[in-house]
């Protein structure tokens, strides 16, 4: 089993940045690809950013492409989720997600994951 905790949430302006943090225990997860999704008030969750399990490849959605930049340690067994030019569209529960082991490869697929954590709040202000 691998247990996700999320950090780095808070209420932020429009404009800023914040830097969200994953940290697996259990298990290493230095095989398996990990993601961000989110899930604002009322709305399903929704796919951000997936990495591979080498880090070599990234995906993002179009809505966060060029301003949210997904990354990962593997030696810390740490995910991250650099986020920039903020907007309060941006407003949402932040989760971390990591697919089963040995599956490496990137998916925007929520049912492909098999362990998510518990979520961290992110607040926009216009």
């Known amino acids: 089993q691998v247990q996700l905790v999320e950090s780095g949430g808070g209420l932020v302006q429009a404009g800023d940045s914040l830097r969200l943090s994953c940290t697996a225990s259990g298990r290493t997860f230095n095989n398996a690809a990990m993601a961000w999704f989110r899930q604002a008030p009322g709305k399903g969750r929704e796919f951000v950013a997936t990495?591979?399990?080498?880090?070599?490849?990234?995906d993002y959605a179009d809505s966060v492409k060029g301003r949210f930049t997904i990354s990962r340690d593997n030696a810390k067994n740490t995910g991250n989720l650099q986020m920039t030019s903020l907007k309060p569209d941006d407003t949402a529960v932040y989760y971390c997600?990591?697919?089963?082991?040995?599956?490496?490869?990137?998916?925007?697929?929520?049912?492909?994951?098999?362990?998510w954590g518990q979520g961290t709040q992110v607040t926009v202000s216009s």
């Open positions: 990495i591979s399990g080498s880090g070599a490849v990234t």
């Open positions: 997600a990591v697919r089963a082991p040995n599956w490496a490869a990137t998916s925007p697929f929520l049912h492909e994951y098999n362990y």
